[in-house]
């Protein structure tokens, strides 16, 4: 299957756990013979989307603000226009057929519309 993984974190530019973890979780489900893109935001790209890999994983990052380590309202702002951001930056790529299933991490609470 194509699974496309989303969180608001991930490696290589992260060291908290949950970036950790979804990397194993997207290796594993690799080694089962799925197709892994990872979709994620990164404030400090220039770039609309970012297309890389890792360990045989696709790795999508689009540009957005900062949504860690800053204060409550910037942090609210920047997570409201996650879905936005993601789906402007991607939308040229996807297409019905692009993935079989999506899984997305949790605590990041404005990923409703993507």
């Given at each position: 299957m194509k699974l496309a993984l989303i969180i608001d974190d991930y490696l290589p530019g992260s060291t908290r756990v949950g970036a950790k973890m979804f990397h194993e979780l997207a290796l594993e489900l690799r080694n089962y013979g799925h197709e892994i893109t990872v979709i994620t935001p990164d404030f400090k790209q220039k770039e609309k989307l970012v297309i890389t890999q890792l360990d045989g994983i696709n790795i999508w990052?689009?540009?957005?603000?900062?949504?860690?380590?800053?204060?409550?309202?910037?942090?609210?702002?920047?997570?409201t226009l996650l879905s936005y951001k993601a789906w402007k930056a991607i939308k040229s790529y996807i297409n019905p057929a692009s993935f079989d299933g999506v899984v997305y991490y949790s605590p990041s609470i404005f990923w409703g519309g993507c």
């Open positions: 990052k689009f540009r957005s603000g900062p949504v860690k380590n800053v204060g409550k309202f910037r942090r609210a702002l920047n997570e």
